[in-house]
T-cell receptor, first 118, second 111 residues
């Protein structure tokens, strides 16, 4: 089946620094990837849709200058949390659809990245 | 604004019980409804439902969609401790196929 990886799986950083999270589709090409954030005991909230070769589409309330998304290839999207603050501490998950699966809307999720900002 | 609501929020049952999890939605440009199981990390896919009234089954799990009443249910029969997880319902909308997740139902199966 389609596999999505994320790196790193967890990261601790100091307030004010930037952190980059990578999301890779390992056995398929993904023209579109999605970035979610999940706070403890809450559901997944879509942050942005990442499109290969073009600008990401951000959801309302998500600061595009703070959460920089780059989707430079068909297998890699990156999310950079700039000037991180403790309130950015969360579980960040990416997902991707496999366009070869036609009408299937299933999204394959990465294992997630736990970010802690101290 | 698209909205997906799940009930109950949490549930504790004994091994062997049958449970029914509910998901209702109010969205524009509905495409499909997905069920996921989330244990400690990322969600794993269970079902995709696009047509009304057609039950999907996988072992002890089954699910059905009602597009007229805008809801879906996920049934788990003969529950096992390994079924303990958060079950997420998500609705796919629009041309970008965005997922809007529900609040989740936390299921705990005890011995």
């Amino acid at each position: 089946g389609a596999v999505v990886s994320q790196h790193p799986s967890w990261v601790i950083c100091k307030s004010g620094t930037s952190v980059k999270i990578e999301c890779r589709s390992l056995d398929f090409q993904a023209t579109t990837m999605f970035w979610y954030r999940q706070f403890p005991k809450q559901s997944l909230m879509l942050m942005a849709t990442s499109n290969e070769g073009s600008k990401a589409t951000y959801e309302q309330g998500v600061e595009k200058d703070k959460f920089l998304i780059n989707h430079a290839s068909l297998t890699l999207s990156t999310l950079t949390v700039t000037s991180a603050h403790p309130e950015d501490s969360s579980f960040y998950i990416c997902s991707a659809r496999d366009p070869a699966k036609g009408d299937s809307y299933e999204q394959y999720f990465g294992p997630g990245t736990r970010l802690t900002v101290t | 604004e698209d909205k997906v609501v799940q009930s109950p929020l949490s549930l504790v049952v004994h091994e062997g019980d049958t449970v029914t999890l509910n998901c209702s939605y109010e969205v524009t440009n509905f495409r499909s409804l997905l069920w996921y199981k989330q244990e400690k990390k990322a969600p794993t896919f269970l079902f995709m439902l696009t047509s009304s009234g057609i039950e999907k089954k996988s072992g002890r799990l089954s699910s059905i969609l009602d597009k007229k009443e805008l809801f879906s249910i996920l049934n788990i029969t003969a529950t096992q401790t390994g079924d303990s997880a958060v079950y997420l319902c998500a609705v796919v909308t629009g041309t970008a196929s965005k997922l809007t997740f529900g609040t989740g139902t936390r299921l705990q199966v005890t011995l």
